[in-house]
């Protein structure tokens, strides 16, 4: 079965930089579209980036932009999200997905403190 698992969630300061990967399994990794979403404590789930199979084309919420880059590794069957520049606001879980079957599927989520 589809599985998604995400690590690389930490306590960070203002200003610093983490990079969070998610490993995926169960399916044809390099013929999906894979997408990080985050989610804070009592906000609504959001998109944060986007990347298609073959990581030709990226999307970012604008929230993100110039800050966070995503990117894969097909080989590997490996998304990554590089974050720079963290703010407060950043805080959150972080979750990987993906759409297989007409469904969304989710990791469990690694959690991004940001916080001096």
């Known amino acids: 079965q589809v599985q998604l698992v995400e690590s690389g969630g930490d306590l960070v300061q203002p200003g610093g930089s983490l990079r969070l990967s998610c490993l995926a399994s169960?399916?044809?990794?390099?013929?999906?579209?894979m997408r990080w979403y985050r989610q804070a404590p009592g906000k609504e789930r959001e998109l944060v980036a986007r990347i298609t199979s073959d990581g030709g084309s990226t999307n970012y919420a604008d929230s993100v932009k110039g800050r966070f880059t995503i990117s894969r590794d097909n080989a590997k069957n490996t998304v990554h999200l590089q974050m720079n520049s963290l703010e407060p606001e950043d805080t959150a879980l972080y979750y990987c997905s993906t759409l297989y079957r007409a469904t969304l599927r989710w990791g469990q989520g690694t959690q991004v403190t940001v916080s001096s």
């Open positions: 169960g399916f044809t990794f390099s013929t999906y579209t």
